[in-house]
C-alpha cells in the first residue's frame, strides 16, 4: 500500500497532461459533418517543462462486464468494507470503458476493461483505417512489479469487438525493455517507412534519458513483416547533439507521411519543451523531421520546425495531426503548441500552424490559428465529423473556465464555425476538458462526447447533440457509469466501430 501511494504520487507528477475551463458561449457549429480522424490527444501540463522518469506498475487484473447498460457502476471495489486498510489489497490497473448500441434517448450498453496496471486508458488513438490503440505507459513485466515498468501498447482490430485484453491484435514493448520512458505515450501510421510494401509504426517513448539527459525522448520504429509488427524488428531514433537537451519530451507527438514523395514515409515528432536553448533561458518547442529511407528511419533529424516568434514556453509540437485539409489528395500537417504567440507583443493564447502539401514547410506555416489569452488553445487537436463534413477541432483546456472545443472548416480557411463550451459556474472550479470525440446517433443527428477527468470525485463524460447546425446544452452523458472515478474521461475515442472509448487511467481495483 505504501508502495502503491508512493508511485501514483511520482507517476501524477511525471505523467503529462492538460486541463481546461470553459463557458457558455455560442454553441453553434456548421451544418455538416466528418468522420473523425486520430491524433494527438494527451497534452502535457503547464508545469511539465522538467518531465520527471516514472515509477509505474502492472498487474493481471481485467475485468470484463460484458453489456452492462448505463446505470452499471465501475468494476466493484470492496465487496465488504474493511475495517483498516490491511484487510484489503489495492491493484492501479487503469481501464478503459466501451460504449455501444447508442439509443436516441442518449443512452447505450457499456462493458469495461481493466489494465495489467500502468495507467491502461491514458491515451486512446487510432492507427490508420484497421486498427486503434491503447496505451499503458507504465506497465511492468511482469504484472505489477513496480521496479519494472516499461510501458505497453495494445492494439486492436477496428471490425472487432473488443471484451478483454488477449482481443489485441498486437501487443508492444519497448525492444529494450527500458524503464519509465513513457513507451506508447502515441503512435503514428501505419505507413512504410523503409519501403518494402509492408506497413510500419512509429511509437512514441517522450520520457527515454539519454546519458545523464533524462525525459529527452526518442522514436521506436516497429517494422512491419507478414505476420505484423514485433519488437525485435524495430530501430531507434532520436534528437543530433545539436538539438538534444534534457526533458524535451521529443516525440510526445509523431505524425508518419512521405513528406518528399520519394517513396518512403517520413516522420514528424514533436516535444513541447524541445528546441535550441534561447538566450534568456528554456525553449520554444519544436518539431523534428526525420527521413525514412531503405535502410529504415534515419537515426536523427534532418531538419527542424521552430515557432515563428521567438520566446520560451510556446510548447510548440505539443499535439499533431497529419490530414489533407485543403484536397489535393497530399497530406497535410497540423501543429499546436498550447502556449504559442501571435506576435512577440501578445499573450500566450496558444495556436496551430497548419503546413499545406506543395508549400515549403521549413519557410512559414500557410495558416494559423490562435486562441484567446491563456486559455491554451491547442492542447488537442482532431478531425471530427458533424452533419456530413469533416471540421478541424481544436481544444483550448483553459477558456471559459472549463475548457473549450473549436470547430473550423478547412474548406473555407479554417473558419471558426462554432464551438462547444458549458454554462458558467458548471459542476466543480477543478473541473477542465480532458479530451472529446463524436459519433453519430442518427441520419441527422452527432453527439459530442467531452471528458473531463477532473469532474466530479473521479471524472465524468459529457454529452451535447448536434442537429441542423446547432449544439444542445450540455449534460452528464446518461450512460457513464453512476460513480466515475479513477480519472474517467481522461481520454475519449470513437473506434469506428459504432463505439465510444473512454480511459480511466488512475484507476484503483480492491479486492
Known sequence: MPALLKFLAIMLCAVLIACGSSSDEENEIPDENVPTEDSDTATPDENDEDPNPVSD???????????????????????????????????????????????????????????NGGFLGFSIFSLGEKYWAVSAIHESIPAFDWDNATGRLYIFEKVKKVEKLENAAFVLNHPDKSLNVGFGYTAAGPCDINGDGLDDIAVSSHLAPFGDLYAAGEIVVFYGDASGWKEENSSISRLSSKYMQKADSMSQSLACLDYDGDGFADIFAGGQNAGPELSGGGSQGMVAFFKGGAAGLSENENWVLLPEVEENKQYFGSSMLVHD????????????????????????????????????????????????????????????????????AVLATKDKNYGTVNFYDPAENFAARGRFSFPSAFYSENGNISDFDTIKLSADTDLIVIGGKYFGDGGMIFCATVKDGTISEPEACKFQPASPEGGFGNSVFNNKNGEIVVGMPEYIHRF
Not at 492501479?92 to 447505450?108: L, V
Not at 484536397?327 to 498550447?338: F, K, Q
Not at 506576435?343 to 506543395?358: D, M, P, R, T
Open 57 to 115: 506498475t502492472d498487474s493481471a487484473v481485467e475485468e470484463n462486464d460484458e453489456n452492462e447498460n448505463s446505470d452499471a457502476d465501475f468494476p466493484e471495489n470492496d465487496s465488504e468494507t474493511p475495517g483498516d486498510d490491511s484487510d484489503y489489497e489495492e491493484l492501479q490497473t487503469g481501464g478503459i470503458y466501451i460504449f455501444s448500441d447508442f439509443e436516441g434517448s442518449g443512452n447505450a450498453q457499456s462493458r469495461n476493461i481493466l489494465g
Open 325 to 392: 485539409f485543403n484536397g489535393d489528395s497530399e497530406p497535410d500537417l497540423a501543429v499546436s503548441g498550447w502556449g504559442l504567440k501571435e506576435s512577440k507583443n501578445s499573450a500566450n493564447s496558444g495556436g496551430v500552424y497548419i503546413y499545406l502539401s506543395g508549400t515549403d514547410w521549413q519557410a512559414a506555416a500557410s495558416n494559423k490559428i490562435f486562441g484567446e489569452a491563456d486559455s491554451q488553445f491547442g492542447s488537442a487537436l482532431k478531425i471530427i465529423e458533424i452533419g456530413g463534413k469533416k471540421y478541424l
